[in-house]
């Protein structure tokens, strides 16, 4: 094939088993499974083993793979004092990044990724998988104590998985309401096929990268606008639109300025978004369960799904992921730089699951190029050259 298809548009860079979804119908399924009855049923330890492994658990599989996690949840004093280290100001997505990179310096071990072409180790396939996936959350919520001047909490073992993450957030036992919705959360984030930041972490990981590496190539793709970053950009956005009332006018100055409407639009998909229907019914609910008295943003956000559909349906354009989770982990007194980090906790489930994948029947990505650039040319002396101004 020579021909160029810009961001690799309708191009299979992988065979997968693990995730699939049609965008003409609204339907994502896990292994199979639709992400309706993950939601509603599953909790994120369990579908994190079943991307994992490509079956549902077991009661005693399940149990063993939460006690792993949470015997995993601590990180080095190490990394904590690399934390304390980093700007406060910076973008919690960066040093997330940096902490997840540095931690393959304490986890060593990677001989079966180097040892051949195929890693067929699932022992160490699975064990870095608990100990990426465990430390993300601690990872996330420690730093929002460190950037503050605060010794992060205590790790609490009681906890599951979503509990523990908003308990490490404010040092409080999280309300239920909320822990069950973060769960969701995390389950709907937890994979989508060959999206930007999981063809990043395929591309390190063909290379027999160490899986730190692999996870912070990831977060890195994931951090900007148009992939996970959306989600800080749509509370903002709502903020700057302030009421349900004044959402037309703004829509219509945006679009005419070609601006973009954060949290609507999506590569794949030429419906809605079926994890923002789930969130939206998740906020709805939630909502309900406080007698209706949420703030205006959500009626904001509504308001404004309403009027991008009657402007963008034309062009396959509806609410995304992105659109309902910032305004349920604002809900849940998450500050917004940190929403990104959540996606990035969730993903690293996902992410872990197409290493492992990749590991199998591994080949190093290697892409070609269409070059529209000079033909071989003589060098020229420097002052032989002619400056630009004459
Ligand atoms: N706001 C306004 N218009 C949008 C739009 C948005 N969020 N998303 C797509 N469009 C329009 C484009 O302007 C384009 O219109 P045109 O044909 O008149 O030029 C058309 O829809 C196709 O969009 P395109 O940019 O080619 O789609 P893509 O597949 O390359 O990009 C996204 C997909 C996700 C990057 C894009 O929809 C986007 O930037 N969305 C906002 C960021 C976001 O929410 N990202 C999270 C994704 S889960």
Redo the contacts with the bound molecule.
Sequence with gaps: MSEYL??L?GVPATQSNISDLDGNKGILTYRGYRIEDLAAHSTFEETSLLLLDGRLPGQDQLDQFDHELRANRVVKYNVREIMKYLPATGHPIEMLQTAVASLGMFYQGDECLTGGAMCQDLNYVHNMSVKIIARMATIVAMWEQVRNGYDPYPIRKDLGYAESLLYMFNGEDPDPSLARIMDACLILHAE?TI?ASTFAALVAGSTLASPFLVIAAAIGTLAG???????Q??VEMLEEIGRPEKVKTWLDE??AS???????????YKVK?PRATILQKLMRELMQERGGNMGPMFETALALEEA?EER?AP???YA????YSGILYREMGIPPDQFTSIFAIARSAGWLAHWREQLGDNRIFRPTQVYAGESVRDYIPIDKRCTQAG
């Design positions: 810009p961001g548009e989508h999206n606008p148009l992939h996970g970053g959306a989600n950009r749509v945006k679009l070609k601006s973009k409407i954060w949290g609507m639009g999506h590569r794949e978004d991008c963008l062009k396959g354009v995304n992921v992105d659109f």
